[in-house]
């Protein structure tokens, strides 16, 4: 089977610093990826490097079937791939739904892009807070109107990163159902960086594990923690003992 995302040998530069060394992986149509690593490994380079906002120096990127390498952020969204931002990055003083309708305008008018706000909002339980000013809401609302955002560009893949941290363990799970809702229900693969190991063991079904820039370990939940590689840079001793 031909893979949704194809990346080969990607590798990018910050200078003299190499956040991502020969990155290679696939990721099928429907699947939903963990990726994980210690602070710096790589994760929102990646992210970063897969959505456009960062240029990767070597290596492929083939969404879709096409080349993505080179592309800007919206042209990789109207591809359908889209991420959303680490410590969310929704526009201030704005309400929730004008926000949202921002990621529909690349691909809709402004008068379908309303219609395709709201229906995003409803998708992930927001649309009652549709009016609120984006400053008045709560974390696990700001992280939910981050993933709305990113489905009104109507994507085939979103790229997540860190959506649940600083969330309670309740809201946590409330979040985790929204996500595998939307794989479940409409299709879309996910791939997921976070720190909750609980989140992340619970909802991948494959597991990329980043470390100083290298991919060392690809593989089920279940075989990413038992890898001593992975436990020694990441998952610590602790964990290996569950
Ligand atoms: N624009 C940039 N210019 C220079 N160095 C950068 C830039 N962006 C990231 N880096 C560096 O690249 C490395 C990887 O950073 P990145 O943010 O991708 O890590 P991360 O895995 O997302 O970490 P965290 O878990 O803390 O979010 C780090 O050493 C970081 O300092
Ligand atoms: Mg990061």
């Given at each position: 089977m031909t893979a949704l995302l194809d990346v080969a040998g990607v590798t990018v530069r910050f200078g003299g610093l190499t956040?991502?060394?020969d990155v290679t992986f696939n990721v099928q149509s429907g699947e939903i990826v963990g990726l994980i690593g210690p602070n710096g490994a790589g994760k929102t380079t990646l992210f970063n490097s897969l959505a456009g906002l960062t240029r990767p120096t070597e290596g492929r990127i083939v969404f879709g079937g096409a080349q993505?390498?080179?592309?800007?952020p919206h042209r990789i969204a109207r591809h359908g791939m889209t991420k959303t931002f680490q410590n969310t990055a929704l526009f201030p003083g704005m309400s929730l739904r004008d926000n949202v309708v921002i990621g529909a305008l690349c691909r809709a008018s402004l008068k379908d892009a309303r219609g395709i706000a709201d229906e995003c909002l409803a998708k992930v339980g927001l649309l009652k807070d549709?009016?609120?000013?984006?400053?008045?809401?709560t974390f696990p609302q700001k992280a939910l109107g981050e993933v709305a955002r990113a489905l009104a560009t109507g994507p085939k893949l979103v790229l997540l990163d860190?959506?649940?941290?600083?969330?309670?363990p309740t809201e946590m799970t409330a979040i985790m159902a929204s996500l595998r809702a939307l794989r479940d229900r409409d299709g879309i693969t996910l791939m997921i960086v976070e720190h909750h190991m609980r989140a992340i063991m619970e909802l991948s079904e494959r597991i990329l594990v980043l470390n100083f820039g290298k991919l060392i370990a690809n593989g089920t939940p279940q075989q990413v923690s038992a890898d001593p590689q992975v436990i020694a840079a990441y998952l610590g001793s602790s964990h290996a003992a569950h």
């Open positions: 956040a991502l060394s993505m390498k080179g592309l800007r549709a009016d609120s000013d984006v400053d008045d809401l860190e959506v649940m941290a600083a969330l309670t």
